[in-house]
Nanobody, 117 residues
Framework: VQLVESGGGLVQAGGSLRLSCRASGRLLNIIDMGWYRQAPGKEREWVALVTRDDTSNYADSVKGRFITSRDNGWNTVSLLMNNVKPEDTAIYYC????????????WGQGTQVTVSS
């Protein structure tokens, strides 16, 4: 699976931004897709995921502000970021987990999100 993120940029605190992740390749074995982020000087942090039955889960830090969703067939997964805060500034990475005999994770290249105060 190949993943390409888009939609990052500069946004003011309190504003909204939508990230997209376009998946290509063999998608049949995907069990979930989601997002991590990494701020400067910090470890990569899990943000959200959506499963094949459209269940979504969120980190406490973004719950109630971010919404992740997918289209049919895993072609595109989106992350709608509402009421953003300066602490949301990070590089956001899309990932996909596939189930074969073991779980295999693919990653996108990342997209920068900067929130100004």
């Amino acid at each position: 699976v190949q993943l390409v993120e888009s939609g990052g940029g500069l946004v003011q605190a309190g504003g909204s931004l939508r990230l997209s992740c376009r998946a290509s390749g063999r998608l049949l074995n995907i069990i979930d897709m989601g997002w991590y982020r990494q701020a400067p000087g910090k470890e990569r942090e899990w943000v959200a995921l959506v499963t094949r039955d459209d269940t979504s889960n969120y980190a406490d830090s973004v719950k109630g502000r971010f919404i992740t969703s997918r289209d049919n067939g895993w072609n595109t997964v989106s992350l709608l970021m509402n009421n953003v805060k300066p602490e949301d500034t990070a590089i956001y990475y899309c990932y996909a987990r596939e189930s074969f005999t073991q779980i295999y994770t693919s990653w996108g290249q990342g997209t920068q999100v900067t929130v100004s105060s």
